[in-house]
Structures are given as C-alpha cells and as structure tokens.
C-alpha cells in the first residue's frame, strides 16, 4: 500500500539482508556482497513477482541518513592530527591518482562509442572511492587506527573534496570542452564560491562548533539521562550535514564528517561513538540496500565490454596508480598496498556525480553511463572486502620478486621510511606498551585506592568514569580517562581491553559488572577481571561471565562487623576483669 512504502522497505529490506548477509558470512564472504544482493532481489530489477520499482526513490533517502551516520562514525574517530600527519601522501596522491583514473575512464569511454563529455564523467565516476567502504573495510580488517587506515582516510576526504568542485562545475562542461573562453573564465567563479564555502564550513565547524559543541555535550552529560545524550549526538550529525547540502551546497558525507571530528575532540566522544554504533550499522545497510536495488541485469548483458573495461580500471589502472604514486612520495610498499586495495572499489560520490549528470541531461550517453556506474559500484563494492583480505599474500608475493619489491620501497628507504615517523608520532611507544595494563571502572574512594595501588606497582591505567565532573578532574590530573558506560563495546576497545593485564571494576551495579564482564571477556579472554559486589549469592552469575576475583561487600560487612564486635567483646572482657580487680583492690585496702 502507497502509505505502507517506508514500512515495507524497512521490513521486506531488512529481512533479505538478514537472510543474504547470514549466507554470505556462512560462505566467508563480506556481509556487504549479501546486502548488495537483498537489494537487487527487491528492487525494481528483481526477478521475483515482488519488487519495490516506485520506492527506489525512498530507499535512496533513506540509504542518505546511512551515508551521514557512517561519515559521522569515521570523522569521530579521525583526529585533526592524523589528517595533518598524512597530508604528504593524501592531497598529492588523492590529485595524481583521481587524474589517471579519469584520462583513462575518459579515454574507454570513448573509444567504446560514448561522446566526450560522458567519457569524462564515466571518468570522474571510476575515479572517486566510497569513504562509507573503505571505513567499514578498515574497520573490520581492525587496521583504522594504523598508518594505513589515517592514509587511505584521509586520502578518500581528499578525494571527496575534489568531488564537490566536480559537482560545481559540471553544470558548465560542455561549454569548457567546447572551448569557449567566456564559459572557461566563467568557471572561476563557481569555483571561488565553493571555496569560500568549504571554508565558512570549516570554519563555522571547526572553530564556532568546537568550542559549543564539546561545552554542550557535557552539560547535556551531567543531566545522566542516556536519551538526551544520544539525541544530542544525533541532532549534531544530522544538523552538520544538512548545513553542508542545504545551506553552505557542499555535501552531506562532508559535513558529517567534520561533525563527527568537533564531537571527536570532546570528552565524551567514545561514548558518543557506542551510542550511534547501532543505528549507524542499521542505516549503513540501507545504503547498501538502496545500491543493490539499481542493478539492471539486462543493461549489464548489453553492454559488457564498456563495464569489464570500466572495472578493469577501478580493480587494476586505479590501485597500480595508486601503489606507483604512493611508492613516490616515500611511504612502505604496506602502506601503498593498503592504499591501493581501499580504493578498488567506487561508490556513494560517484552514483552522485552520475545522477547529477543525468539530471542535467545534455548528454544522451549521460543514462549509459550512469547504469554502468551503478553496475561497476555494486560489483566492485562486492569483491572489495575478499581483494582487501589478499594483501598479506600479495606483499609476501612482491617480497619474493627483490627487485620489484627495492624499487617499490626505493624512495621509501632513502627518506628513512616516512610511515614509521608518522606512527611514532600518532601511537603508543615500546616503553608504554613493555609495561603491565589496567582498566579501572569507576573512580570513586575505591577506585582512587586501586589506581594509586597500581601506580605504586608501576602499571599504566586508564579509568573508565561517566560523571562528567570527575572525568574532567582527572584529566587535569594527566591521567588517562575515557567518559562512557563501560558494558559498551566499543568504550572497553577504546580503553584498550584486547591489550590488556587486568580489569577492575570497582563500581557495585550487577547488572552493570554483568554486561561488562561479558564483554571484556569475550573481546579478551587473557584479561584478569577483578570485580566489586555486593552479595555473594551473585557470584555464580559473575563467575560464568568470566571474573577472575570477586570482592563481596556483603562479606568484607560481615568480616568487619564480626572483626568489630569480638574487638568489642574483648574490650568488654578487659574492662569486667580490671573492673573486678580493682573492686578487690578497694575491699582489701578497707579491711
């Protein structure tokens, strides 16, 4: 029914993904590849009697709300710092390889019969990677907060950037290949427009919303209502965005992204991360729903030299101009493998830049080239993540093969290895990682006991606290603090639970110890879990999550109360026999 499109979406859509991603994950394929494939099987190219031909357009929609909380979650965990620390390798290396990639999409393009100006766009399109791809990928290879992970990040933002002054210009394309001098002059204009607009963004971002922002996220912290806070995060991901599409015309992902990096610079920016977790892995699938429901199966058949060609760029020209440039610049043959393999694959920008083409419509191969640019994202998103798990077996290949791997590394060994600077710069050093870890949950009397404790013993440790008030003492104290409820997953991964000694949790909450217990236990079983309750009758239950040690309080009251009165009692005794003694004394002395 017309008003049931959403619902029917949501709950048709979810339920293939459900049954497709299960079966691409038993295969030990990528869930993406079974939500791509959910997708085709209900959208308007379905081959069953059910498709959702008049709801693309709402998938579409809803697959954007994916794009915003998935470049939010990527901006909140990519600091100012490490974009600056990979500038030498991502604004080069972002201009070189997007513009070989379209001379040769262009050239394709036209030498299989598309006109000029659809030849350039089916370029532009090859050339721009998914950022929403490549943070998942990273994410679920655990190499985001690596060297790679900030280069190829920071080179897809690069990429995005160039994309929102392709997107400006594009309106006046075929006057500029038509070599048109007033319409080539004319281009300055819209050009210094974007600029100036990029940098009101970032401005107003950045430094007007770096300062409100982490102030108000606390306030609303100290309120200690978790609705509040997760909807502040919201509003502020979805606010950022739409002052970058609607207000500034620049783009959703990037707004987003710089939303998510003021929210980053925050106390609370862990805890805001667990909170979106959920709901940016729920819209994230929509995304790639909504992608899978453009694939045209007849078009592909009839045009299938044009889409192998156009995918032999993105999997082959793109990466080896990515690796050779890379390997220019001065960074590891790992780095430029990493690099390279991220980028095999194109997505959300480069359908946008498509339909905008087509919706301008000066172009008839403008159609032509939007279907092949939805076919070659849904196929290339597909195989991305398998190609991504190969590079441990592509570097040993090329290790194997001397000489290819010395002139890969040449410049790289000459300037000392640039890669290695950067990670001594951005992560913890062998001396800090040579010493015993600890988790303390909580930082009340007790908490303040065991911390001191482990410092006497020269253990480093990181306190997990959710008063906001106290996170900010402690962390004018430099002592390391993440503000967040410690039975969220990500708040103990961020706290560094795979890497470490002991857990300690010394608030009283069972339901709380509970959670976090069991998860601490799974992420890192190694972990000693030392942890406080209140009644012993809880200790099977803390047992099987996976303590190491409990301390009761029911039992240290008893212990202490029964410490207490036979201390009393003795007195007592003490007091009855000199008492006596001295009523003895007085009798004798009168006699």
């Not at 007033?182 to 974007?194: D, Y």
């Amino acid at each position: 029914m017309q008003e049931y499109q959403l619902l029917e979406i949501i709950a048709i859509g979810f339920t293939f993904a459900l049954i497709f991603g299960f079966i691409t994950q038993k295969l030990g394929l990528s869930s993406i590849i079974g939500y791509l494939i959910a997708g085709f099987f209900i959208g308007p190219f379905s081959p069953l009697p059910m498709s959702f031909a008049e709801n693309s357009d709402l998938a579409l929609q809803l697959s954007e709300t994916g794009i915003i909380l998935l470049m939010f979650g990527v901006g909140l965990h990519f600091k100012m710092d490490n974009l600056i620390a990979v500038k030498d390798v991502a604004i080069p290396g972002a201009i070189i390889q997007t513009t070989i990639t379209t001379i040769c999409g262009t050239l394709a393009g036209t030498a299989l019969g598309l006109d000029l100006i659809s030849g350039l766009i089916l370029g532009l399109g090859l050339a721009v990677a998914s950022t929403v791809v490549l943070s998942k990928i990273l994410n679920d290879n655990n190499i985001f907060n690596t060297i790679q992970g900030y280069a190829s990040v920071g080179w897809l933002v690069v990429e995005d950037i160039l994309t929102v002054f392709i997107l400006v210009i594009l309106p006046n394309l075929p006057e500029i290949l038509s070599n048109s001098s007033s319409a080539a002059a004319g281009i300055f204009k819209p050009i210094g427009i974007t600029l100036f607009r990029i940098t009101i963004l970032s401005l107003l971002i950045m430094k007007f919303g770096g300062r409100l922002v982490p102030w108000f996220l606390s306030k609303i912290a100290k309120t200690r209502s978790q609705e509040l806070f997760t909807l502040t995060v919201l509003v502020i991901a979805f606010a950022t965005a739409v002052l970058a599409a609607f207000v500034l015309k620049t783009s959703l992902a990037l707004g987003a992204f710089l939303g998510g990096m003021i929210v980053g610079k925050s106390k609370v920016s862990h805890q805001a991360g667990a909170d979106i977790l959920p709901l940016k892995d729920t819209f994230g699938i929509l995304f790639f729903l909504a992608v899978g429901m453009l694939l045209n199966i007849k078009f592909a058949l009839e045009n299938i030299v044009l889409i192998c060609t156009c995918l032999a760029i993105i999997l082959f020209i793109k990466p080896l101009a990515a690796i050779f440039t890379v390997s220019i610049l001065g960074y590891s043959a790992r780095t430029a493998l990493t690099i390279a393999m991220g980028l095999s694959q194109i997505g959300e920008f480069s359908l946008i830049l498509a339909q905008e083409a087509r919706r301008l419509g000066f172009s008839k191969g403008n159609d032509i080239v939007y279907n092949v640019i939805v076919i070659c994202s849904i196929v290339s998103i597909a195989l991305n993540p398998p190609v991504f798990k190969k590079i441990p077996k592509i570097e040993k290949f090329l290790q194997s093969k001397k000489k290819l791997w010395n002139i890969l590394n040449f410049v790289a060994d000459r300037k000392g290895n640039q890669s290695k600077t950067i990670v001594k710069n951005l992560l913890p050093t062998k001396e800090y990682l040579s010493q015993k870890t600890a988790i303390v949950v909580g930082y009340g009397p007790t908490g303040k006991k065991v911390t001191q404790t482990l410092k006497n013993n020269n253990i480093n440790q990181i306190i997990i606290e959710t008063n906001i008030d106290t996170v900010n003492f402690i962390s004018s104290q430099k002592q390391a603090v993440i503000y967040g409820n410690s039975a969220k997953r990500d708040i103990l991964l961020a706290a560094g639970i795979k890497s470490a000694d002991y857990l300690i949790i010394t608030v009283p909450n069972l339901n709380a110890t509970l959670e976090t217990v069991s998860t601490a236990s799974a992420l890192n079983s190694k972990t000693r879990i030392l942890v406080r309750a209140r009644f012993l009758d809880s200790m099977d239950s803390l047992k099987q999550a996976g303590a190491s040690g409990i301390a009761f309080e029911e039992e240290e009251v008893s212990n202490a109360l029964t410490s207490l009165l036979l201390d009393d009692l003795e007195k007592q005794s003490l007091l009855t026999i000199t008492s006596e003694i001295v009523s003895q004394s007085s009798k004798q002395s009168i006699k």
